[in-house]
């Protein structure tokens, strides 16, 4: 079982639809969760983090925490097309020191 | 921008060779952690440091090898270069150590390794 899991997509959604993205983790002494986009041939950009059960809204996006299902989840409303890209899903650990990586979901806005 | 620069961008390499790649964090802070990109995957955690002193290390062999210096910039050497070592290697840089939770971590531009 992968530490974090994603299902890599691509998702495919229309122009001004809510954009869905799903991570489930292993680790139920996780602490952290974080929510990083990254364009082709670019670094990721964090744009969301969370730490605590339920959901936190920045702008545009919201965030969804739930530690018993260990699950965690990101929703884009009003999709641009500049939201297409890959959406890493990341996860501190109970160790610390380090933050684990999914392998990312393809996001595409079709106009 | 993140205020976290890597150099240099891109670099070829033969197999067999070394390679280091530097890092500077951004301002203020004294975390340093490296990664691995492969292409169609997530990054994977190399190793930390942490004030100077390595704070956790990934499942990489010890041909991967780092330092931190008092300004809290970074090295990464890879020795023995692989061709399976090609890919884009991060650095991200935090405010704080390991024991803080809000460490999220910000990330340089990269540098895309490309070993033949």
């Known amino acids: 079982q992968k530490e974090v899991e994603q299902n890599s997509g691509p998702l495919s959604v229309p122009e001004g639809a809510i954009a869905s993205l799903n991570c489930t983790y292993s680790?139920?002494?996780?602490?952290?969760f974080f929510w990083y986009r990254q364009y082709s041939g670019k670094s990721p950009e964090l744009i969301m983090f969370?730490?605590?059960?339920g959901d936190k809204e920045d702008g545009r996006f919201t965030a969804q925490l739930n530690k018993a299902s260990q699950y965690v989840s990101l929703l884009i409303r009003d999709s641009q097309p500049s939201d297409s890209a890959t959406y890493l899903c990341?996860?501190?650990?109970?160790?610390?020191?380090?933050?684990?990586f999914g392998s990312g979901t393809r996001l595409s806005i079709r106009p | 921008e993140t205020g976290v620069t890597q150099s240099p961008t891109h670099l070829i390499k033969t197999r067999g060779q070394q390679v280091t790649l530097r890092c500077s964090s951004q301002?203020?802070?004294?975390?340093v952690s490296w990664y691995q990109q492969a292409l169609g995957q997530g990054p994977q955690f190399i190793f930390q440091?942490?004030?100077?002193?390595?704070?956790g290390r990934g499942n990489f062999p010890p041909r991967f090898s780092g330092l931190q210096f008092p300004n809290y910039s970074s090295e990464l050497n890879v020795n023995a270069l692989e061709l399976d070592d090609s890919a884009l290697y991060l650095c991200?840089?935090?405010?704080?150590?390991?024991?803080?939770?809000?460490?999220?971590?910000?990330f340089g531009q990269g540098t895309r390794l490309t070993v033949v």
């Open positions: 991200a840089s935090s405010p704080a150590g390991a024991a803080d939770r809000d460490t999220e971590a910000f």
């Open positions: 680790d139920r002494g996780s602490q952290s």
């Open positions: 969370i730490y605590s059960n």
């Open positions: 990341a996860v501190k650990g109970s160790s610390a020191s380090k933050i684990i």
């Open positions: 301002s203020g802070h004294n975390t």
């Open positions: 440091y942490y004030r100077e002193e390595e704070n």
